[in-house]
T-cell receptor
Framework: RKEVEQDPGPFNVPEGATVAFNCTYS??????FFWYRQDCRKEPKLLMS???SGNEDGRFTAQLNRASQYISLLIRDSKLSDSATYLC?????????FGKGTKLSVIP | DTGVSQNPRHKITKRGQNVTFRCDPI?????LYWYRQTLGQGPEFLTY????????KSRLLSDRFSAERPKGSFSTLEIQRTEQGDSAMYLC????????????FGPGTRLTVL
């Protein structure tokens, strides 16, 4: 079983749509959780940290379920500029473990 | 620009040559990390420094790879006797010394081994 597994994608959605990404992780000792965004041929950029109580940042909402070892990201009112690959990331110790990412294309 | 910087941004080399990459972290960050990313995959952890001490190395870091952070500021990653399988994006990240470990990445060095 891979350490971090994500929806394979790609997700093609119209502008204004709501899209949800799901992720599971295998190591129950994982300490912190993140979503990163990566544009084509660019570095990953931290989108959100994910807290146990869930957290929201504008159109983005992240949820964590430690019992199920499940993380989600919801994007509301999708914009063309949201088109990117979204990486689910868990932290154990000092190293980050990344999923393969889910590619999102927002279509006009 | 106060973010993580890396150079060179691109490196093309012939198999068997040695290459060295540099990373300058965010100035107040005392943790520094190296990752490698190949097409279609997420970044994979290579190694980690706390100040000048290299505290963790991945199994991916073969004996042809060496990383240093001599004064606890910038870091270098050297690959000796490069192989075609070393072709990848090499990413550097830095973070503050806290338990949450939010890491910020540099633009990467794209290595192509011919």
């Amino acid at each position: 079983r891979k350490e971090v597994e994500q929806d394979p994608g790609p997700f093609n959605v119209p502008e204004g749509a709501t899209v949800a990404f799901n992720c599971t992780y295998s190591n129950s000792a994982s300490q912190s959780f993140f979503w990163y965004r990566q544009d084509c041929r660019k570095e990953p950029k931290l989108l959100m940290s994910v807290y146990s109580s869930g957290n929201e940042d504008g159109r983005f909402t992240a949820q964590l379920n430690r019992a199920s070892q499940y993380i989600s990201l919801l994007i509301r009112d999708s914009k063309l500029s949201d088109s990117a690959t979204y990486l689910c990331v868990v932290n154990l110790g000092y190293q980050l473990t990344f999923g393969k990412g889910t590619k999102l294309s927002v279509i006009p | 620009d106060t973010g993580v910087s890396q150079n060179p941004r691109h490196k093309i080399t012939k198999r068997g040559q040695n290459v060295t990459f540099r990373c300058d972290p965010i100035s107040e960050h005392n943790r520094l990390y190296w990752y490698r990313q190949t097409l279609g995959q997420g970044p994979e952890f290579l190694t980690y420094f706390q100040n000048e001490a290299q505290l963790e190395k991945s199994r991916l870091l073969s004996d042809r790879f060496s990383a240093e952070r001599p004064k606890g500021s910038f870091s270098t990653l050297e690959i000796q006797r490069t192989e075609q399988g070393d072709s990848a994006m090499y990413l550097c990240a830095s973070s503050l010394d806290n338990h949450y470990n939010e890491q910020f990445f540099g633009p990467g060095t794209r290595l192509t081994v011919l």
